[in-house]
């Protein structure tokens, strides 16, 4: 069998045995990408040649020793371009490596492939990249969700090990769910967001999308810890999560959140959902049923700050010191206007207007610090919440993955397919997508466990332990 | 509160955006759909709310030189550059 | 300073203050001027997609203690937050700046009478020892620096994310002359704390005005204009000045004042309309997400306080109560951290501090302008003038000694002696002198027993003239009295 189907674990294991040289997984994975990248289009960028040298030299004895992953296209890696899927970024090279990318450098890891995004990170299907769309490995006529959907289509579809991807309101989680994969987005503050392109820099968290709990595990104690470069990192000394969480759920309180159980939602999403529950029941656990009663104004909360953020996060893409520039411009206004106009898409535009609006004089209070507020009751929301049970279960997305094309032209339909993700990346707190179930059309569907701020280990924990107890992790694509 | 008159070339001109004609009117209905969605905000008191939460002390960095790109990596993605120096159009106050 | 007696101005301004640190305000490249362009960037300063600001403690200790020098509250805890406008000198197209939190409101410059204008220091206005308040003072990082050519403008991102402090004083002056006394204190203050060495001429120290006038009574403020380009701060009491005069003819004409911005031309002596203010910029401040609220109770308010100096107004007064340097002495000194360093080591081992200060002030600076790089131990200082004092040498002898000093730095005792300077003051040897002195000059001798006290001059000159130079003149004058009284 292909070394593209195993995990991180797996291969770990297989190269320090010596059975396996780390050519032999680059190799293995190139030929996947020979054979499926076409129709799934994960990639933004590739270098096999460049990853085979870096092979030879790999390091066994480092804990990533010779394992390749995929970096999420807003990832500075020295050298390497990184476009975040936008025309505004053509032809820049990375003059430094971000923190997540060095600390996996220097655990041994290798790098095979810059996956598509949406363009800055602003949707959820993958469809606002400049460089094409990515199709779900389980439906190409379907979206693979987004904006990480590059990531968790080349790792559900074989054509990665395992990537990175960065979740600002569910970028990592919704399409790790869309694509039957396992996607982590760390408590804020847990992983350095040094040379991640900002979108929202109150809300983005790097994290890892894998096929399994473990390597999500494996990858995050490689990530984590605190960066004097990234102000917002916590001083907490670096955690070692267990490389295999301790599987039992006895004894946990798992609350559920009346707020996302809604009468209409889909409902094969919600038997899923609902069966993984009584799972955890069945096994020790107890279920208690919790509000977080400001739910509904989160969508709200979220596209004004996030919006707000991305405004001046994007304003340095001006084509003065890097990326495109626009040509002969007559003065400098007409620099700055064409060059952006030209470079940013469509959704990328609307949100910059947005949040220029939602900041400017005269509307700031009633939207940016009103926004601010209700974000603080939300994490108030959350806080009462833990005091009754350990950790959240939800769905991941409210529906499987959609068809391609469908919500393009109405931006608040393509919004609202955030709704079970945006409020933990408000919160700050860390949450899990892995797979629960198909639907009858074969769409995967993803469960989503929230744990309480730094309240990694009990979710891993748990996550691993129903992972292990199914088998939808295991299954293959048909692409 | 009542849906704010959003001048979408207005605010796109403090961003530094030319719009078309199509884009401003496209973006015009669309974003007032998506304020008019914003508005419902209004609606939940946070009178004695908290703007921010309480501070962490963070981490400030020692004043510790440490080293620089060199002049030519600083410049390798500058799409125009004369005696190391960036350019642009010739800036007028 | 008004033209007329009817008008007033009401002045205001905005000082830019660069810190002096090692690294810049969010990044570790060296804050230093000069380098080859383009030669201390990294991807933080140069606004590089990704990057993140890391914030210098400090430039934030520096911060302050600048506020604790001028009395300002000190916030428990400050926030950065982002200026919203693009321009290419401005990497990120936003400045981090403080708008809502800063770290220092309040506080206010004690104007120094010594620090007025020259021609206006006998001036009530220069005696008044106003006090003007202080809006506030924040942290935020510079700009870069610009080049302009025939089509295009050239950019060099060092000065690019270099700490710089804002203090925004309120609109309590008056006067040009005012405004150079404060901007005189203000430095005197920032050298003290050694947070920058403030130099207008150097652009360490970069100053906006703004300037309204209104008839005298009147509450509400003119229309203020604001000006620019002001590169010394003579130049800023020049512009004033011109500024008021233009706005006073104006108003008297019954013509309205533009709302704008001036540019100060310092050879034309004028000032010109540079932009009129048809809309106020729309800067969006909102709180820099990529920073953490900056707490300075726990430690770093601590730290500022326990490098607090002693301030110019409290260092005057304790140089003049303590070592009886004039009033004028005691300011010039407190204008010059290093040059009153030198002066309090130079006086620390004599009781007579006053002479050393002249010695100093009025001779020393003349030769060697920089006390930090001279050759000239302070302490020599104090042992010439307890050598003066002690009667080893006279006053003319210790200009030839200063001179030498001057020359060839050793020790003044070492100097008399090679000079065969020393004052004779052994009895005995005057004793002679002054015998030989009566019997060579009975006139004198005879004019002085008559009464004319003056005569004893010629005696003095005689003995001087033969123990070439190096008699004790007090001395003598005792041992001759009592010889013409015997
Ligand atoms: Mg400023
Ligand atoms: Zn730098």
Same mark, same amino acid.
């Given at each position: ?7 991180? /674990? ?5 190269l320090?045995a ?38 030879? =030299? ?7 020793? &010779? ?29 430094y490596?971000a923190?997540?990318?060095a600390?996996?450098?220097?655990a ?20 606002n ?8 490995p ?20 074989r !054509? ?8 600002t ?14 996607g982590?987005?760390?408590t ?12 929202? *820099?109150?809300l ?8 399994t ?21 916590? !001083?907490?000394?670096?955690?070692t ?5 301790t &599987?039992s759920v ?23 959902i609902r ?11 107890t ?8 739910t509904p ?11 707000a ?7 340095r ?8 520039r ?11 206007q064409r ?5 940013? &898409? ?22 940016y ?12 929301d ?7 049970c ?12 959609f ?5 393009t ?17 408000? /919160? ?17 569907i993803?469960?989503?466990?929230i ?5 990694e ?12 107890a ?10 | ?29 669309q ?11 209004g609606?939940?008191?946070t &009178? ?12 400030l ?5 440490t080293?620089s ?5 600083a ?7 004369s005696n190391d ?9 | ?22 690294? =810049?305000m969010?990044? #570790? ?9 383009n ?9 590089m ?8 403690e ?11 020098? @001028?009395?300002?509250r000190?916030?428990?805890? /400050? ?6 406008? @693009? ?6 197209n ?10 220092c ?19 009530d ?5 106003r006090?003007i ?5 924040h ?7 610009? @080049? ?15 700490p710089?402090?804002?203090i ?21 203050v !920032?050298l ?21 006038v209104?008839?005298?009574?009147? =509450? ?11 590169n ?19 108003v ?31 800067y ?6 990529? !920073?953490?609220p900056?707490r ?28 009886g ?67 080893t040498?006279?006053?003319a002898?210790?200009?030839?000694? @200063? ?12 100097l ?14 005057? #004793? ?11 006139? *004198? ?37 009592a010889?013409?009284?015997?």
């Open positions: 069998m292909s070394l593209a189907h195993e995990t991180l /674990a797996s291969l770990r294991r297989r320090v010596k059975e396996i040289h780390p050519r032999d997984i680059i190799k293995d994975l190139l030929a996947q990408i020979d054979a499926r990248e076409k129709t799934v289009h994960a990639f933004t960028h590739l270098d096999g040649q460049a990853a085979l040298a870096t092979a030879e =030299k790999a390091d066994l004895s480092l804990p990533l020793g &010779g394992l390749p992953i995929a970096l999420k296209d807003n990832l500075n890696a020295l050298g390497d371009p990184c476009t975040c899927s936008s025309k505004i970024l053509e032809g820049y090279r990375a003059p490596d923190t997540a990318v600390r996996l450098r220097q041994g890891a290798l790098f095979l492939g810059r996956t598509n995004m949406d363009e800055f990170a602003m949707g959820s299907s993958t469809e990249s400049a460089l094409g769309v990515t199709r779900n389980w439906d190409s006529t379907r979206i693979p969700g987004g904006s990480s959907g590059g990531s968790a289509a080349a790792v559900a579809g !054509l990665a090990i395992a990537a990175l991807g960065s979740d309101g569910g970028s990592i989680r919704q399409p790790a769910a869309l694509c039957g994969c396992v982590l987005k760390p804020y503050g847990r992983i350095s967001r040094y040379g991640l392109v900002a979108f929202a *820099s109150s983005d968290q790097i994290g890892p999308l894998t096929r709990v473990e390597d999500s595990a494996l990858l995050l104690s490689a990530l984590a810890g605190h960066d004097p470069r990234d102000n917002t990192t916590d !001083l907490r000394k670096p955690e999560f267990l490389a295999k969480p &599987g006895k004894g946990l309180r798992i609350g559920l959140p009346k707020e996302y159980f809604l009468p209409g939602m889909n409902a094969e999403t919600e038997a899923s069966s993984a529950a009584s799972w955890f029941e069945k096994n020790g656990a279920l208690v049923e919790v509000s977080l009663p400001h104004a989160a969508i709200a909360v979220y596209y004004i700050l996030a919006t953020e991305a405004s001046a996060n994007l304003a893409f001006d084509g003065v010191r890097y990326g495109r626009a040509v002969d411009p007559k003065d400098l206004l007409d620099l700055y060059t952006r106009s030209e470079g940013f &898409g469509p959704e990328v535009k609307r949100r910059i207007i947005l949040g220029t609006f939602v900041l400017s004089q005269g509307y700031s209070d009633a939207f610090r009103k926004a601010q507020k209700v974000r603080g009751l939300l994490r108030q959350f806080e009462s919440a833990f005091t009754k350990d950790l959240l279960l939800t769905p991941t997305s409210p529906e499987p993955a068809p391609l094309g469908e919500r032209q109405d931006p608040l339909k393509m919004y609202l397919a955030d709704v079970f993700t945006i409020s933990t990346n408000l /919160a700050g707190n860390g949450a899990i997508s892995l797979p629960c179930g198909f639907t009858k059309s074969n769409l995967p993803g469960l989503q466990l744990g309480p701020r730094f309240g280990e009990t979710m891993l924990g748990a996550a691993h332990a129903f992972e292990q199914h088998d939808f992790w295991k299954r293959m694509p048909p692409v | 509160m009542s849906v704010p008159k959003l001048n979408v070339a207005d605010v796109a001109g403090l961003a530094r955006l030319s719009l078309t004609p199509d884009e401003t009117t496209k973006f015009s209905s974003l007032s759909q998506i304020l008019a969605h914003m508005e419902t905000l609606q939940i008191g &009178g004695d709310v908290p703007e921010v939460v309480p501070p962490a002390q963070p981490a960095r020692k004043d510790i030189p080293p790109l060199t002049v030519e990596a410049l390798s993605n500058a799409p125009a550059q120096l960036i350019l642009v159009p010739k800036i007028v106050e | 300073m008004s033209s007329s007696g009817n008008w007033e101005a009401v002045i205001g301004l905005e000082v830019h203050v660069q810190l002096r640190t090692q690294t =810049k969010f990044c #570790g490249c060296i804050n230093q001027y000069g380098g080859a362009p030669s201390q960037v990294c991807p933080v300063c140069l606004g997609p990704g990057s993140l600001p890391a914030p210098n400090e430039a934030i200790r520096r911060t302050i203690l600048t506020g604790l020098m @001028f009395g300002c000190i916030a428990n805890v /400050a926030r950065f937050d982002r200026k919203n406008y @693009f321009y290419p000198d401005m990497p990120k936003y400045q981090i700046s403080q708008f809502d939190d800063p770290l409101a309040g506080g206010a410059v004690g104007l120094d009478p010594f620090l007025f204008p020259k021609d206006l220091q006998e001036t206005e220069a005696k008044a020892k006090s308040r202080l809006t506030r003072i942290l935020e990082e510079d700009v870069a620096k610009s @080049f302009h050519y025939e089509e295009r403008s050239g950019i060099d991102f060092n000065r690019a994310g270099t710089l402090m804002e925004v004083s309120e609109a309590d002056l008056r006067t040009a002359g005012e405004a150079f006394a404060f901007l005189g204190s203000l430095r005197q !920032l003290s704390g050694n947070v920058s060495d403030a130099d207008m001429e150097k652009g360490q120290m970069r100053c906006d005005v703004n300037v309204s209104r008839p005298v009574g009147q =509450k509400e403020f003119g229309t203020k204009v604001e000006l620019k380009n002001l010394s701060i003579s130049g800023v009491r020049r512009a004033l000045v011109y500024e008021i005069a233009r706005q006073i003819a104006a008297e004409k019954g013509e309205a004042i533009q709302h704008e911005t001036r540019r100060w031309d310092d050879e034309a002596g004028a000032t010109f309309t540079m932009r009129t203010k048809e809309k106020a910029h729309d969006r401040y909102f709180p820099e997400p990529d !920073l953490l900056v300075t109770d726990q430690g770093l308010r601590a730290a500022a306080e326990s490098g607090l100096p002693e301030l110019p107004a409290a260092l005057q007064d304790r140089l003049m109560r303590e070592n340097v004039t009033a004028y002495q005691a300011s010039v000194l407190a204008a010059d951290r290093i040059l009153c360093t030198y002066y309090e080591k130079a006086a620390l081992g004599t009781q007579h501090k006053a002479v050393v200060a002249n010695w100093i002030l009025n001779d020393f600076l003349a030769t060697q302008p920089e006390p930090a790089s001279s050759p000239v131990r302070p302490e020599f200082f104090g042992e010439l003038a307890d050598l003066v004092a002690g009667g040498i006279n006053s002898q210790a200009k030839k000694v @200063f001179a030498e000093l001057m020359a060839n730095p050793s020790s003044p005792k070492a008399v002696e090679k000079l065969g300077l020393a004052q004779i003051s052994d009895a005995s040897a005057l #004793g002679v002198y002054c015998d030989e002195a009566i019997a060579a000059n009975p006139r *004198s001798v005879e004019d002085y027993r008559a009464g004319k006290g003056n005569a004893i001059n010629a005696l003095k000159g005689f003995v001087m003239k033969k123990s070439q130079g190096k008699a004790n003149p007090a001395q003598v004058d005792e041992i001759l009295k010889k013409l009284s015997a």
